[in-house]
Nanobody, 112 residues
Framework: QVQPVESGGGLVQAGGSLRLSCAAS????????MAWYRQAPGKQRELVAS???????NYADAVKGRFTISRDGAKNTVYLQMNSLKSEDTAVYYC??????WGQGTQVTVSS
């Protein structure tokens, strides 16, 4: 079954950085919009950032200026560079591709 696969989560102190990766093997990468969502305990899943085939990006207000989404077509991989992390960024982060394709998620925990 075609499914994005996330990696790169972990535990980091507030103010630190992490980079998440999403391998999109098997997905027609070049025609999909890819995105990162997150879900914190007790909260609904929310969009963090998205990137179109043309490279147009969109960010949630809460992460603008701190997070950067990018994609590498040659590697079929999407990245989420997260800087200046805050405790409220703690969540499970999911990779999404159009066609309702979801990864299993990767935990990001930011300690204050």
């Amino acid at each position: 079954q075609v499914q994005p696969v996330e990696s790169g989560g972990g535990l980091v102190q507030a103010g630190g950085s992490l980079r998440l990766s999403c391998a999109a093997s098997g997905i027609i990468f070049s025609i999909n919009t890819m995105a990162w969502y997150r879900q914190a305990p007790g909260k609904q899943r929310e969009l963090v950032a998205s990137i179109t085939r043309a490279g147009t990006t969109n960010y949630a207000d809460a992460v603008k200026g701190r997070f950067t989404i990018s994609r590498d077509g040659a590697k079929n991989t999407v990245y989420l560079q997260m800087n200046s992390l805050k405790s409220e960024d703690t969540a499970v982060y999911y990779c999404f591709a159009t066609g309702n394709l979801w990864g299993q998620g990767t935990q990001v925990t930011v300690s204050s």
